[in-house]
């Protein structure tokens, strides 16, 4: 299992970014995908979910109206659309799978919210 994110990086407050990763070395289309953060200091926080065809996806309270999680499944590949970032979004951003009751992570993307 590979995943690679990829579309961090620092912006303004109230700005917005898209995250991707990149899956590879199993069927992507046959597991539910999410996206976990994790500021500094803190532990890792669920962000979103997002099933097999994209058609069910579930937000934490902290981000929903603000965030998208989407997927491809043709290009293997998931995104989270960030709209109206806030300091408190700044965090590594996973992109997370689990298989065989086994949790894969990628290495993760920066955001930076920062004035």
């Known amino acids: 299992v590979q995943l690679v994110e990829s579309g961090g990086g620092m912006v303004q407050p109230g700005g917005s970014l898209r995250l991707s990763c990149a899956a590879s070395e199993f069927t992507f289309s046959n597991y539910d995908m999410s996206w976990v953060r994790q500021a500094p200091g803190k532990g890792p926080e669920w962000v979103s979910t997002?099933?097999?065809?994209?058609?069910?996806?579930s937000y934490a309270d902290s981000v929903k109206g603000r965030f998208t999680i989407s997927r491809d499944n043709a290009k293997n590949t998931l995104y989270l659309q960030m709209n109206r970032l806030k300091p408190e979004d700044t965090a590594l951003y996973y992109c997370e799978t689990r298989i065989d009751e086994y949790d894969y992570w990628g290495q993760g993307t920066q955001v930076t919210v920062s004035s």
């Open positions: 997002i099933n097999t065809d994209g058609g069910n996806t």
